[in-house]
Structure formats: C-alpha cells, structure tokens
Nanobody, 115 residues
Framework: QVQLVESGGGLVQPGGSLRLSCAAS????????MGWYRQTPGKQRELVAS???????HYVDSVKGRFTGSRDNAQNTLSLQMDSLKPEDTAVYYC?????????WGQGTQVTVSS
C-alpha cells in the first residue's frame, strides 16, 4: 500500500524559505511523474509543480523562479524548496502522483506565510 508523508511546513515571514519533503513507501517515485499540490480553505487543490521520473519539472506561473522541485528516486523522496515566500503561498501542501490518485492523498503539511 502506497503512503505519502509530507513534512517541513511551518510559519515563515514573507520573503522567507521553507523546504518541504515527501517520503514515499514502495517504489512509486521511480515509476510515476510526481506532483506537489496545495489547497487553501474553500478552494480546489491546485498543482504547484510536476516532476517526471527523469527530473524534468514544470511549475505553475505563480511559483516560477521561487520554488525548486527535486526528487531522489533511490531514496523515495520528493522535495520542494520554496524561497521568496508570499502570503498567497499559505496553504496545505501535498505530494501525489501526477495526475493525482485519490487513494494516495496524505495529511499534507501546513505552510503559513505571515508577518
């Protein structure tokens, strides 16, 4: 059974940085394109970045130049370095396959950007 566990969230001031991690059970990261997603109350979950097994990364426009995704297939981990954070980045962040598989959603990790 696949489990994805996100970590690394927290409270940070605008302009600050956080590094999120996603630990995956099994060999899912070596098989699937993965994605980082985020969700704020009352809004649909949105894709932030997708990372292919070969390491090609697509970012949504709102985070381009500020977020950097990476993956370590051997360690079954996915990372998201978030720099120059803005209040509008506040959300719960999740990892999942891309496109997402409903059964794989984890608890997510809360990121709050506030002064």
């Amino acid at each position: 059974q696949v489990q994805l566990v996100e970590s690394g969230g927290g409270l940070v001031q605008p302009g600050g940085s956080l590094r999120l991690s996603c630990a995956a059970s099994g060999s899912i990261l070596s098989i699937y394109t993965m994605g980082w997603y985020r969700q704020t109350p009352g809004k649909q979950r949105e894709l932030v970045a997708s990372i292919t097994t070969g390491g090609n990364i697509h970012y949504v426009d709102s985070v381009k130049g500020r977020f950097t995704g990476s993956r370590d297939n051997a360690q079954n981990t996915l990372s998201l370095q978030m720099d120059s954070l803005k209040p509008e980045d506040t959300a719960v962040y999740y990892c999942n396959t891309y496109p997402p598989y409903a059964d794989y959603w984890g608890q997510g990790t809360q990121v709050t950007v506030s002064s």
